[in-house]
């Protein structure tokens, strides 16, 4: 507790970073067959467009209330409560957590099943010897962040600059080889297009383009370890502008190198199988191992988000004060701790999942909606009450209607996702108020308001509906 805070600050670039690593994971790599199945160029620019609409007001949502409300840290979690009350806000730090957990458990899937290409021990990542293999790299990862945040975001910054190397390349021989006609005899689906209304098209994409813009609140988390305050809002911008560029590329690309009823039955991950058709086996090697770095980086960054935000509740008393303490190096290793506790229960359980990964990964992305839908609607009360902006009335009007929209956004999203995964993630929200009445007990505060015991009973009643939609076979996993 000694240490000096001043050396945990983090500079822009270790900040963009951040957000670049947390949102370059094992997403990007499944772009091509993820929409290739499900529409052709046409519908690409479309659904990227709409999603990439969507993400960047979400973008400047968090740019925005960086600036204007310096004194909230842990951006998810702290605007949450501050807009809407102590329970509203213990759930969307406990949403993003869990979720977060889960997305973590999802990349030892892939990285398990992606040594089993090369290696059958591993299967399809939830053999014994897989699991055990992931849960020594858990355990690996944990004793190193618990060294210092520092180091470990000195290392990522070094993991994000390694795996965007393979994507670039991977970009690089494909406009080499881009085809014309072939661009143009796919752009409306070409060959073997299934029959399907556009908005049925962009719709089959949303939870994956959502899996893949997670991350660009990694700032936001961080924001206590900014250098400069300004330095937030500027990285969450730049990794968006990044990323984005880069998804748009690796989408597009294959469609003018492969026919895309081709592109659409290739195995996963189709950016490695793509690469191996156009220039050869060292194609998919090459990506491959990009994407085992990739994976391990993204997991290194939700590491150090996990247990921040699990440390911000923890100090603010929303969750048991327990979490919110910090060791030597500055690191919250009670909240650490919990995280990959909870992560080594996970992979644990693949070992009786039939397709892990794709329920992770969906999971990962409804459990984000809620916590991001109350940033946005926080951000829109903000703007519409006139707080901290005094007589600029332009400014007020901008964030109005980028919060407008991420607000219209997220509640699309949720749409898209269905009613079966808002039900899965209930079930685990209930058990989840456990650690609220933990802390409220802790304080001798009362528990739940006239309103947010309406909350918890909805959720209660959610949680019960979807264990009997999986006990009565309803709801499949």
Request: aromatic content about 14%.
């Amino acid at each position: 507790m000694t240490a000096n805070p001043s050396i945990q600050k983090l500079s822009l670039f270790a900040l963009t970073a951040m957000v670049v690593g947390s949102m370059v994971g094992s997403g990007i790599f499944s772009l091509p067959r993820t929409f290739g199945i499900a529409t052709g160029p046409f519908g690409a620019i479309f659904a990227w467009c709409i999603a990439g609409g969507g993400m960047y007001t979400l973008a400047r949502v968090f740019q925005a209330l960086a600036e204007r409300k310096p004194e909230l840290d842990a951006g998810v979690y702290a605007y949450a409560k501050e807009g809407f009350g102590d329970y509203p806000g213990f759930l969307s730090a406990f949403g993003y957590w869990i979720g977060s957990c889960i997305g973590n458990v999802s990349y030892w899937v892939l990285i398990k099943s992606t040594l089993g290409a090369f290696f059958p021990v591993f299967g399809d990542g939830n053999t014994v010897i897989a699991i055990v293999v992931a849960s020594i790299g858990i355990w690996l990862f944990h004793f190193m962040i618990l060294r210092g945040v520092q180091q470990a975001a000195a290392i990522n910054t070094i993991v994000t600059i390694a795996k965007i190397v393979p994507i670039l390349v991977f970009i690089v021989i494909l406009i080499i080889g881009f085809n014309a006609d072939l661009f143009r005899t796919n752009f409306w689906g070409g060959e073997g297009m299934p029959d399907k209304s556009l908005f049925e098209q962009i719709r089959a994409t949303m939870l994956v383009t959502v899996f893949v813009f997670l991350g660009i609140e990694g700032a936001s988390v961080y924001s206590r370890y900014a250098k400069e305050r300004a330095h937030v809002g500027a990285a969450t911008i730049l990794g968006f502008t990044i990323v984005t560029s880069l998804m748009v590329l690796v989408t597009m690309l294959p469609y003018a190198v492969l026919p895309r009823a081709e592109i659409a039955g290739m195995r996963q991950p189709s950016m490695a199988t793509v690469l191996e058709a156009v220039v050869g086996h060292w194609g998919a090697i090459f990506v491959s191992v990009g994407l085992l770095v990739s994976v391990l980086g993204a997991y290194l960054a939700w590491s150090l988000i996990c247990a921040e935000v699990l440390s911000a509740a923890g100090r603010t008393r929303d969750m048991p004060a327990l979490f919110g303490t910090e060791n030597a190096n500055k690191v919250p290793a009670a909240a650490l701790w919990l995280t990959n506790a909870i992560v080594q229960l996970f992979v644990i359980s693949t070992y009786w999942s039939q397709d892990a990964f794709a329920l992770m990964l969906n999971l990962t992305s409804v459990m984000s909606l809620i916590p991001f839908f109350l940033v946005a609607a926080y951000a829109l009360l903000l703007s519409r009450r006139g707080e901290t902006y005094g007589k600029n009335s332009s400014d007020r009007t901008r964030d109005m209607i980028f919060a407008g929209i991420a607000v219209v956004y997220t509640l699309f999203l949720i749409y898209a996702a269905g009613m079966k995964f808002l039900l899965l993630s209930l079930i685990l929200y209930a058990p989840g108020t456990a650690l609220y009445f933990w802390a409220r007990l802790e304080q001798k505060a009362r528990v739940f308001t006239a309103v947010e015991w309406v909350i918890f009973i909805a959720a209660a009643v959610g949680a019960a509906v979807g264990i009997h939609g999986l006990a009565t076979g309803y709801i499949t996993i």
